[in-house]
Structure formats: structure tokens, C-alpha cells
């Protein structure tokens, strides 16, 4: 029997819509020793992360925490926490991720209204307002930024409707905290969630949450038990509120890496990190177009950490990233369901938003296309990419694999 050696990953430089890179310093982190989940010095560690949290989410809510679990398990914390059954919510469907949403939310037995566009275009507000007239609507929930298509939605425009309705604004912020501008009070979002494996370029593993008082209320008052025992507020609350009743055993050296990631985000600051993840998506975008690449989203309603690319015609999706990631280590995504095969889904996320791999995929898929037989302007990408950066230089980016305590 053939020996099963130590695993030895490649060092992928990631360009999908998550994970993303994770930074040298969150990668130190993880080897601290672990301690027990009650740990006097643990919970002290929890308590910097429940503050960098809401720092992070600008909030000063007081039930904010990372649920132990990926993105989509905040975002079932959320839907069971705040729904019953016979309680309307309306979903923003513009993609795989907002569907995702809605089957969670029907599965605690409420009436689902999903709000539906087009590949690559955001929902419509004004298809919620009309979709919620007669009714008692509970929740709104919005996907933020429709990883699958690269498409972002309207908070600010949402958080009107919401108020209209008498409702509850539930965000999936997974793909654009801490690398879009999101605040969450400000904003008067009511919950919202992330994922510690995009932005916040820490491994996958952890969801930070956020939820204010309005939600808190309507949590105080549901009429049935939460469907989940897992992910039921009232009880985590008592883990990472002030009486510190155990409740499941934590991912300790996650919540070592989130807190280490968390911190990296306060030392960039976050307008600084919101305007770096705009100029390298700005530039990709620009260089991608001067190659006479098309792309899904108008500019209006792109994402600045996902930015979905069509595939010319006669290309063959898999061989191009096959040629990426042989040739130059670069991994990037393809599309999913109906866009499956019609698109390339590029992230530029926390560490791996960098001016260095902008750049370098603008060359690397130069080379693979012209290997396809598909015509293009030699160099075009990169320059164009490269005068856009000249209008707008990035001050103190890191090289790749530089900790972002030196930017």
C-alpha cells in the first residue's frame, strides 16, 4: 500500500471570486497554540475580534461575531433567525448566490417572493415595491455583489423600499466586505454577513455577522422555536455576549486568522482598502476592454471585487484556465449554471487585489488567446491597464506576497 505523504499545495496566485489569497501574517497566526474555548486569554481574543469586527462592518451593533462556518452559513443564520413560518420576505435573485438565499429563507416555511433579473444586471428596487404592495413583508434580502455574475445591487436604493414596507434589510455582503464601501449603520442595514475567505483574506472557515437592534427585536419576539440549534442566535449570544456559556467549541485558530486578517483591514484602513480594491478593478476592466474582451456588467452596476469576462467565441473555457494556471500559476473561475462556458469570473480580492496581478493576467491571457487563434492588438491590455494606473496611482500597494503592514 502506497504511503499517503504531508500535503504540499502549490502557492496559487488566486484570482477567483474566493478564497482569495491569505496574507503572510494570517498564515503566522494560525500556528499559535491552541487554547481551550473558555479560556480566560481566548476570550480575550474574542473580545478584539467582536471589536475589529465591528470596525470592519462600521457598526456599533451590539450582536456582532463570526458564526463558525463559510459565508452561506451566515447567511443561514439569518434567514432562520428571522423567519417563521407564514412570514413573507422578498429575495433579489440575479444570480446563483441569490437563489441560494431564497431556498434558505423557504425552508423555514416562509413565503418566498424572489426577484428576478437578468444574467449580469442587479434587481430593480422598484420590483420590490410593487412586489410588496398588499403585503406584510418581514425581510428584504439583497445579495450585495452576485458573485456568479460579477453584478452589484443597490443597498442605499433597497434600504428606501425596505422602510417603505415596514420591513427588515438582510445584506450578503460575502464578496465586497471590506473591499467595497459598505457601513453598516449608516446604511441602516439590519443584518449583514461576510465570509473571512474573500476580502478579509483569511482562509474559508468563519462568517462575520452583524445584526442591529431591530432585528434583535424581532429575534425577542418569534412565536416559534428557531429551526436551527446550531445557528440559533439566542443561544451563540451567550457565548460571545457577557455571560460566556459554552455553546459549541470554536475554530480556535480561525478565530486567531480572522482576528490577524481584521487587523490587517485597520491597518490599510478601510477607505484606503476600498479605493485599492476600485483602482485594480478599474484597471482590469480597462485592460480587458482594450483587448476587445467583453464584458457582462455595465460600468455602472459592476462589482469591484468580481468582474465577469465573456469568452470569445470558439474558445474553449477549460483549456484557457488549464494554460493559466500551467503555465503561470494563476487560478480563475469559470461561470456557473446558464453562464456556464459563456464567461471567465475574475476576483481581485483582499491580498490578491494587487496592481502586480492585474498585470500580470492581462499578459498571461494575451499569450493563452493568441494560442486559441483569437486576433488581438499585441500589448494592448497591459498598456491600456497600465495608463489607467498612471491616472490613477496606487500609493503604497504591496508586491505580491508583502504584508500588508507595509503598504
Not at 39 to 47: E, K, Q, T, V
Not at 196 to 202: P, R
Not at 335 to 344: H, M, P, S, V
Not at 384 to 395: E, G, K, L, W
Request: one cysteine or more; proline letters at 7%.
Amino acid at each position: 500500500m502506497k504511503p499517503i505523504g504531508e500535503v504540499n499545495p502549490p502557492a496559487r496566485i488566486l484570482l477567483t471570486p474566493g478564497p482569495a489569497n491569505v496574507e503572510p501574517r494570517v498564515y503566522r497566526a494560525l500556528l499559535a497554540p491552541v487554547l481551550g474555548h473558555l479560556d480566560p486569554d481566548f476570550l480575550r481574543i474574542m473580545d478584539d475580534v467582536q471589536v475589529l469586527t465591528r470596525r470592519m462592518f462600521v457598526t456599533e451593533n451590539r450582536l456582532t461575531f463570526p458564526v463558525s462556518g463559510t459565508g452561506s452559513a451566515g447567511m443561514e443564520t439569518a434567514m432562520t433567525n428571522l423567519l417563521e413560518p407564514g412570514d413573507t420576505a422578498l429575495i433579489t435573485v440575479a444570480g446563483f448566490f441569490g437563489e441560494r438565499l431564497a431556498d434558505m429563507a423557504r425552508r423555514t416555511g416562509a413565503e418566498v417572493i424572489a426577484l428576478e433579473s437578468r444574467p449580469g444586471t442587479p434587481v430593480d428596487p422598484q420590483q420590490a415595491r410593487e412586489a410588496a404592495r398588499g403585503k406584510k413583508i418581514k425581510l428584504i434580502g439583497v445579495t450585495h455583489g452576485e458573485t456568479s455574475t460579477g453584478a452589484l445591487n443597490d443597498l442605499d436604493a433597497f434600504r428606501q423600499v425596505t422602510e417603505e414596507c415596514g420591513g427588515l434589510l438582510v445584506v450578503d455582503a460575502v464578496a465586497t466586505a471590506g473591499g467595497v464601501p459598505l457601513r453598516v449603520d449608516a446604511q441602516r442595514l439590519d443584518v449583514c454577513f461576510t465570509g473571512s475567505q474573500k476580502c478579509l483574506s483569511a482562509p474559508p472557515g468563519l462568517a462575520p455577522f452583524t445584526a442591529g437592534p431591530r432585528a434583535e427585536a424581532v429575534i425577542g419576539k418569534r412565536k416559534t422555536g428557531v429551526t436551527s440549534w446550531y445557528f440559533d442566535l439566542t443561544y451563540i449570544m451567550k457565548y460571545w455576549g457577557q455571560e460566556r456559556t459554552y455553546h459549541h467549541t470554536a475554530p480556535i485558530s480561525m478565530i486567531y486568522a480572522l482576528r490577524e486578517a481584521l487587523r490587517l483591514v485597520e491597518e490599510e484602513g478601510l477607505e484606503a482598502r476600498w479605493e485599492r480594491h476600485r483602482r485594480n478593478a478599474q484597471a482590469l476592466a480597462t485592460g480587458l476592454e482594450a483587448m476587445g474582451m467583453g464584458l457582462l456588467v455595465a460600468p455602472p452596476h459592476r462589482m469591484l471585487t468580481v468582474t465577469a469576462v465573456k469568452i470569445p467565441a470558439g474558445v474553449d473555457d477549460r483549456k484557457v484556465r488549464g494554460r493559466l494556471m500551467e503555465e503561470f500559476n494563476i487560478e480563475i473561475a469559470g461561470g456557473l449554471g446558464e453562464l456556464k462556458g459563456k464567461i471567465w469570473r475574475v476576483g481581485l480580492m483582499g491580498a490578491s487585489s494587487t496592481q502586480n496581478n492585474v498585470l500580470l493576467l492581462l499578459a498571461a491571457l494575451e499569450k493563452c488567446l493568441l494560442e486559441e487563434g483569437i486576433k488581438l492588438p499585441p500589448g494592448a491590455g497591459v498598456a491600456a491597464a497600465v495608463q489607467a494606473y498612471q491616472q490613477a496611482p496606487v500609493h503604497g500597494e504591496p508586491a505580491q506576497g508583502e504584508p500588508a503592514a507595509a503598504r
